[in-house]
């Protein structure tokens, strides 16, 4: 599976963005995807996880009743809305896709290569 991330972008406080990750292979339906955001200094930390069927999310505290995943998976695409974006949330943004998945990133075994996420204040 090839990840690719996109939708990034500079935006005010309080904007909304919609970040996108379109998938390469058929068998992409078949895999757990997550979104993580990591910022320079920090460890990658998970934002929003989304099973196979999107029956299920989970999503960061502190971006909860923000941020919805969901996914698409006759478009091969999942998704991260994020709305009334907050500085901190600054970021750059990868998708994810594992069989496992969770909210560890060592569970991902296919990663996109990051979308910047700046918000500022």
């Known amino acids: 599976v090839q990840l690719q991330a996109y939708g990034g972008g500079l935006v005010q406080a309080g904007d909304s963005l919609r970040l996108s990750c379109a998938a390469s292979g058929r068998t992409f339906s078949t895999y757990n995807a997550a979104w993580f955001r990591r910022t320079p200094g920090k460890e990658r930390e998970f934002v929003a996880a989304?099973?196979?069927?999107?029956?299920?999310?989970r999503i960061k505290d502190s971006v909860k009743g923000r941020f919805t995943i969901s996914r698409d998976n006759g478009k091969n695409t999942i998704y991260l809305q994020m709305n009334r974006l907050k500085p901190e949330d600054t970021a750059i943004y990868y998708c994810?896709?594992?069989?496992?998945?969770?909210?560890?990133?060592?569970?991902?075994?296919?990663w996109g290569q990051g979308t910047q996420v700046t918000v500022s204040s």
């Open positions: 994810a896709a594992a069989n496992g998945g969770g909210i560890t990133s060592e569970k991902y075994q296919y």
């Open positions: 989304i099973t196979y069927i999107g029956a299920t999310t």
